[in-house]
Nanobody, 132 residues
Framework: QVQLVESGGGSVQAGGSLRLSCAAS?????????????VAWFRQAPGRERERVAHIFGGSAISTIYADSVKGRFTISQDMPKNTVYLQMNSLKPEDTAMYYC???????????????????WGQGTQVTISS
């Protein structure tokens, strides 16, 4: 079973940057295994639904996808030897304020948010607060 731990959240002013990390571990996790998981970053602000921000799926051809609200500002990447997925967030806006979670699903990214919530392995979350 994969376990995920997020880090890197904090408070910055609008226009600033943060890099979130999602470290995967487990009794059988290795650099080959992590490439078989679709790892997604979600965020949830108070009173709002959980929103998928980006996901990445490794293996022989890394694929990524971004929500329209973060395109051009956020970049997802993965370091397979470190079993870690990153979310580089630039040009941050107050509306980016939320709890950010990473989630992993084996072998597919083709799930909607509710399916992710039911089936994925989730981290504990890291808070991002952007002040104007």
């Amino acid at each position: 079973q994969v376990q995920l731990v997020e880090s890197g959240g904090g408070s910055v002013q609008a226009g600033g940057s943060l890099r979130l990390s999602c470290a995967a571990s487990g009794p059988t996790i290795d650099s080959i295994t992590i490439s078989r998981y679709c790892v997604a970053w979600f965020r949830q602000a108070p009173g709002r639904e959980r929103e998928r921000v980006a996901h990445i799926f490794g293996g022989s051809a890394i694929s990524t996808i971004y929500a329209d609200s973060v395109k051009g500002r956020f970049t997802i990447s993965q370091d397979m030897p470190k079993n870690t997925v990153y979310l580089q967030m630039n040009s941050l806006k107050p509306e980016d304020t939320a709890m950010y979670y990473c989630a992993a699903v084996f072998s597919t990214c083709d799930l909607d948010t509710s399916s992710y919530i039911r089936t994925a392995v989730w981290g504990q979350g890291t808070q991002v607060t952007i002040s104007s």
